[in-house]
T-cell receptor
Framework: DAKTTQPTSMDCAEGRAANLPCNHS???????VYWYRQIHSQGPQYIIH???NNETNEMASLIITEDRKSSTLILPHATLRDTAVYYC??????????????FGKGTSLLVTP | DAGVIQSPRHEVTEMGQEVTLRCKPI?????LFWYRQTMMRGLELLIY????????DSGMPEDRFSAKMPNASFSTLKIQPSEPRDSAVYFC?????????????FGPGTRLTVL
């Protein structure tokens, strides 16, 4: 799996957009970018994933650069409940026999009132 | 759907005792994963199964740890004998592998304290 680099921590004001960057300069052509988050004392939660096109769902948007060496997760209107550790993970898109996740240290996002 | 179910949610035991953690994956999922989370090491994979067969157990710390998946709806992680350094939160996750993507869904975890 390609290695990812994320800032250790970030702050964001409630109601503003939270932009969480991730570098993955060694990503391979068949590897996807996945984002999970972990709210305190809960299990990790899937947010979004993408290969090369930008993706959007009800939780967030994922912007992947054209060279695919970096990406940004965008929470358009952050709320206090978005305070969590956000993990950027690079892995193959799917496997018939399953594929484990390498979580790394993630970015601790603090949303403030 | 009830999601991934883990039991117990909290377990406190004394060093040397046997501990059994349980997991019920989401119905229809064919891959099951056991992760452990500590402050020092973060989230790390212990073992995962596909179609009830262990695929990768390289993360299992030592022979004190064992995991089974006797059927598609149940898995156990056993520690015998337990040690204080086993204190951690243990997460179970499941996914359906074989489609276009295999997103993993996590349970609430079991917080284990070994005194």
């Amino acid at each position: 799996d390609a290695k990812t680099t994320q800032p250790t921590s970030m702050d964001c004001a409630e109601g503003r957009a939270a932009n969480l960057p991730c570098n993955h300069s060694t990503i391979s052509g068949n590897e996807y970018v996945y984002w999970y988050r972990q709210i305190h004392s809960q299990g990790p939660q899937y947010i979004i994933h993408g290969l090369k096109n930008n993706e959007t769902n009800e939780m967030a948007s994922l912007i992947i650069t054209e060279d695919r060496k970096s990406s940004t997760l965008i929470l358009p209107h952050a709320t206090l409940r978005d305070t969590a550790v956000y993990y950027c993970i690079v892995r193959v898109g799917h496997s018939n026999s399953g594929y484990a996740l390498n979580f790394g240290k993630g970015t601790s996002l603090l949303v403030t009132p | 759907d009830a999601g991934v179910i883990q039991s117990p949610r909290h377990e406190v035991t004394e060093m040397g005792q046997e501990v059994t953690l349980r997991c019920k994956p989401i119905s229809g999922h064919n891959s099951l994963f056991w992760y452990r989370q500590t402050m020092m090491r973060g989230l790390e994979l212990l073992i995962y199964f596909n179609n009830n067969v262990p695929i990768d157990d390289s993360g299992m710390p030592e022979d004190r740890f064992s995991a089974k998946m006797p059927n598609a709806s149940f898995s156990t992680l056993k520690i015998q004998p337990s040690e204080p350094r086993d204190s951690a939160v243990y997460f179970c996750a499941s996914s359906f592998s074989g489609g276009s993507t295999d997103t993993q869904y996590f349970g609430p975890g079991t917080r284990l304290t070994v005194l």
